[in-house]
Each structure stands twice: as C-alpha cells, then as structure tokens.
C-alpha cells in the first residue's frame, strides 16, 4: 500500500468527509426505490387511459346516449300531441248551428219580385223559439225597421247574421251569446208575409247566400231546400 508522503499535500485538509454508508444499507435502498417505481408503474396500467376505455363502459355509454335521445323525442311527441289537442279543442269550439229545426223552407236568396231578397225565410209557428247559428257579440236587439223585431249578432271572423221578423227578442245589446242561446221568438213583425225567421249573413258589410256559407261551416239548410234550390 502506497504510503501518502508528509510532503503531500493533505487534499482533505478543512474538510469533512462524509462517511460512506455501508453496501448492505446502499443495496437496500436501491432496492426500495425499484420497488416503488414498479408499484406506481402498476399503479398507472390500472387506472383508465383516455383513449382506452372498457367496451362494457362504451355500451353504457351508448346505451344511455340512446335512452336521453329516446326520452327526449318522447317528450317532444308528448309536446306535439298537447299542441294537436289544444288544436283539435280550438276547433271543436268553431260550432255553428241551424237557427231552428222542423222548418219549412219558404224563400231563398236571390231575386224575388223584382227585388233583391238578401237572406232565407225559415217558416215556423209564431212564437217558435231560434237560436243564434254561431258564437258572438249581439251589436243589435230591438226594432230594425223592414225586418221588424230583429237581433243582429257579430261574429268573430267578422262576419254577421240578422235573424229578423221577430215576435220577441231574448238578448239585449251588447251581450255575449254562444251557438245555441236563444235569441228570440219567430213572428211576422216589420215587411212579413205569415209568420217566419229571416236568416241573413253579411260578409265584410254585404250580404251573401247563407246556405253555402253555413254548408262550408257544416250547417246543411240545402238538404231540407232542395227542391227550391233545383227549381
């Protein structure tokens, strides 16, 4: 073994060493820090990756993609059957009816004596009660000069309906009615020839046949006036 030399300079000299742990003790710790990287490698495969999903949890993924899609268009459907109904409601309202059932039909629209007769004449027995054709505003109830004791009511759609010739009138202006109230009574007041109810319909401030305007609307008069009407 060499000897170190006094007149060597002592390259530790003001320094301490640090002492050099034992092999036993250096393989140890080598060993533990194998050890742990290999636990938080494993650790890592075990935890699920991005881009590597279970097929399992992919299905169920899907499956509830298709069941919020499903429930959706359900309630969608159930949104558009709600809207259908109220649609199907709104309609059910648009109800018009015949002024009078068991009538004879007397005269129709058109050209009478050389003069324009605007409406139909429904004969019935004097004090017959008629109703209004179709929900409104009643904006007439009293005398109206050649139509006698008459009830104009207003429609909705704008539209108007003058039952004239009245012996009694059962509204009064500015009420409300639906199809079906009573308006008034048949008579023969005003320019009448025996007793009957004048129906007449104005649209737009003119007077129109009122048989094929109540058949669009599902009121046939035409069926109990045929024979007038293919004269």
Do not use: C
Not at 42 to 48: K, V
Not at 98 to 114: A, K, M
Not at 136 to 164: C, M, P, R
Not at 192 to 212: F, M, N, R, S, W
């Amino acid at each position: 073994m060499r000897q170190r030399l006094s007149s060597e300079p002592d390259r530790y000299r003001g320094r301490r060493r640090v002492p050099t742990p034992p092999r036993s003790r250096y393989a140890a710790v080598v060993t533990t820090a194998f050890v742990g990287a290999g636990i938080v490698a494993l650790g890592a495969s075990a935890l699920p990756d991005a881009k590597d999903v279970s097929p399992t949890v992919l299905d169920e993924l899907k499956q509830a993609s298709v069941t919020s899609q499903d429930a959706a268009a359900r309630a969608d459907n159930a949104d558009r059957a709600s809207r259908d109904s109220r649609s199907t409601d709104s309609a059910e309202l648009e109800v018009w009816l015949l002024p009078l059932q068991g009538y004879d039909f007397n005269s129709p629209y058109g050209v009478r004596w050389g003069k324009m007769h605007t409406g139909v004449d429904l004969v019935a027995g004097e004090g017959t009660p008629y109703v209004a054709i179709h929900d409104g505003l009643v904006t007439k109830a009293g005398w109206f000069g050649g139509y006698g004791n008459a009830v104009i009511v207003q429609h909705a759609d704008g539209s108007e309906a003058i039952y004239g010739h009245s012996s009694a009138v059962s509204v009064k202006e500015g009420q409300q009615i639906k199809a079906g109230d009573q308006l008034g009574l048949v008579g023969q007041t005003g320019h009448a020839y025996g007793t009957h109810l004048h129906l007449e319909i104005h649209v737009k401030g003119q007077p129109i046949d009122p048989v094929p305007f109540l058949q669009e609307r599902g009121v046939d008069i035409k069926l109990q006036v045929e024979a007038i009407y293919t004269r």
